[in-house]
């Protein structure tokens, strides 16, 4: 069993910042990476960025040099501080979890309930 608690949306004006939070537990041995996808009604979800067990980063263009993903492995925690914030990064943002198990290196994805970001005057 698996859980993903995401944390820290809300409204803010363009310009304005906020900080997403979310906390895995349960089953999570393996864990290869972590990171942040974001989805509006009727388009598909798209990446924003992801972070695995070291350092690597990927972020999505639209996004690069406004949001930072961090990770506190042993809180099992990953963040995604937003700042410069645009009304296109209105969403819902999902917190992922990428677990790789067994020898095959099987992967699992598990998801969080989503928290809402709106970016507006």
């Known amino acids: 069993q698996v859980q993903l608690v995401e944390s820290g949306g809300g409204l803010v004006r363009p310009g304005g910042s906020l900080r997403l939070s979310c906390a895995a537990s349960?089953?999570?041995?393996?864990?290869?990476?972590m990171g942040w996808y974001r989805q509006v009604p009727g388009k598909q979800r798209d990446m924003v960025a992801t972070?695995?067990?070291?350092?690597?980063?990927n972020y999505a263009d639209s996004v690069k040099g406004r949001f930072i993903i961090s990770r506190d492995n042993a809180k099992n925690t990953v963040y995604l501080q937003m700042n410069s914030l645009k009304p296109e990064d209105t969403a819902v943002y999902y917190c992922?979890?990428?677990?790789?198990?067994?020898?095959?290196?099987?992967?699992?994805?598990?998801w969080g309930q989503g928290t809402q970001v709106t970016v507006s005057s």
């Open positions: 349960g089953s999570i041995s393996g864990i290869y990476a």
């Open positions: 992922n979890l990428n677990l790789r198990k067994g020898v095959t290196l099987t992967r699992y994805d598990y």
């Open positions: 972070i695995n067990t070291g350092t690597w980063t």
